[in-house]
Structure formats: structure tokens, C-alpha cells
């Protein structure tokens, strides 16, 4: 049977990581696997975050197939942590999305529709299944926006130097339009794991490319980022 590791590693989120990960794993088939999401932002101590590592990727009793994603903002030390995946060595997915501003414009969006699930289900939910309604039209606050956006911006930085001595596979959002399918498989053979099946999008697309029909006060956000240190990324409006 097939046996296969890997990290995901993303700037912070809205990368389509999750879409990523879920495809990977139907077509990866009845393997057994053991997938974990983004646990270092609770495990926030450097040292633990590594042992973790270690161990989840070491142990005697791990399943063929095991898989993690972070976030580059949650690693408390990312010297080390590349010096152990390159050690050990673990396969290194980057997942990245270039254009920060429809990552900020997604990320507000979610908060929105996590507290509307929230109030009425009393569980938040981040990511719209492809069977649900996605958040409609909503304004957003533009001082609210540039932190973000500046967040966004920072931690893509952040990734792009992340650079550990291990098999790496750089991954751009676009990559994911087609629903994730044809990307995991390209995954899936980069990890040498047989495609058993055919993935089907769990999740949809939350915000559209045109993000005007998302945010009706789009404008006073690019006024907003024109009028800031971030006025380098106002072409992304555009793309």
C-alpha cells in the first residue's frame, strides 16, 4: 500500500486549503490517513510545536497516509521547524494566493458569515459548502480592510521565505478554479499516491473574482489602500 507525508503550509488563510486537503483525501481513496487542521495556533509554544512535529510524522503507530496544514503566522519558531522537516524530511506544500486584496476582502467576508452561522446554529462555520448558500452582498469597514490586508501582506512575505531543504511544491490559488480536483490529483502524483477516485468540491467558492458584486462600498476600500502604505497593491482591485 501506498504511504505518504506532507505539510501544508499557507500565509494565513483564504488560500483554499481546506477545498485542497478534502480533495486530497477523497482521491486518495480507503487509505488509512490522519489529517490535522492548523493546531499550532493553539500549540503556540516553540518547543512543543516542534515535538509535536516530531512526533506526529515519526510515529510507529501513524497511519500510510498523514497530512497537516498551518498557518506561517502560528510558527513559533520557523528556523527550526524547516531544520525538522528537512531532517526528517517531510514533503512541503506552499499554498499561497497572490492577490492580497481578494485574501482580505475574503477573510472579512468570512468573519461575517462565521458570526451569522454562529447566531444561528451556535457553531461558527469558516468555509460555505457546496451545498449552502454563500454570504450575500455586505459593505466592510475599510480601516478594518487595510489591517487585514496588511496582516495578509505580511504573512505572504513571511511564507515566501520559508524555505526548508525538503521537496517543495509551490501552489497558487488559481490552480484550485476548477474546484480542487485536477490540482489534488497533481498532488496526489507528486506524493506518489494513486488516484483510487474522483474528488467533488465540498466546499464553494465564497466571494466572486468580481469583487464588486460582493462589496457594495468596493470603492471607499480602494480609496482607502490608495491613501496608504499599502497603495503598491491597488492594482489587485483591477485583477
Known amino acids: 500500500m501506498a504511504a505518504a507525508s506532507f505539510l501544508i503550509m499557507m500565509p494565513w488563510g483564504r488560500v483554499g486549503s481546506n477545498l485542497l486537503i478534502n480533495s486530497i483525501g477523497q482521491i486518495a481513496g480507503p487509505i488509512a490517513r490522519k489529517f490535522v487542521n492548523e493546531n499550532f495556533n493553539l500549540l503556540k509554544d516553540a518547543d512543543q510545536q516542534l515535538a509535536w512535529t516530531r512526533a506526529f510524522y515519526t510515529a510507529e503507530d501513524r497511519p500510510p497516509l498523514v497530512g497537516c496544514k498551518q498557518n506561517i503566522l502560528s510558527v513559533g519558531d520557523r528556523g527550526r521547524l524547516s531544520d525538522l522537516l528537512a531532517e526528517l524530511p517531510v514533503p512541503l ?6 492577490n492580497i486584496v481578494k485574501v482580505a476582502v475574503s477573510l472579512l467576508r468570512a468573519e461575517i458569515y462565521a458570526a451569522q452561522s454562529q447566531a444561528l446554529t451556535g457553531v461558527a462555520v469558516w468555509g460555505v459548502r457546496s451545498d449552502s448558500e454563500p454570504l450575500g452582498p455586505m459593505p466592510l469597514d475599510a480601516g478594518r480592510f487595510l489591517q487585514v490586508a496588511a496582516r495578509a501582506n505580511q504573512a505572504d512575505a513571511m ?20 474546484g480542487g480536483a485536477h490540482l489534488a490529483e497533481q498532488v496526489c502524483d507528486w506524493l506518489g499516491l494513486p ?24 470603492a471607499s476600500l480602494r480609496e482607502a489602500m490608495a491613501d496608504s502604505p499599502l497603495r503598491d497593491l491597488e492594482w489587485m482591485f483591477d485583477e
Open 159 to 178: 511564507l515566501a521565505e520559508f524555505s526548508p531543504d525538503t521537496r517543495t511544491l509551490d501552489v497558487e490559488y488559481r490552480q484550485l478554479q476548477d
Open 93 to 98: 506544500i506552499r499554498l499561497r494566493r497572490q
Open 195 to 218: 488516484v483510487s477516485r474522483k474528488a467533488r468540491p465540498y466546499f464553494a467558492k465564497a466571494t466572486p473574482d468580481d469583487l464588486a458584486r460582493a462589496v457594495p462600498n468596493l
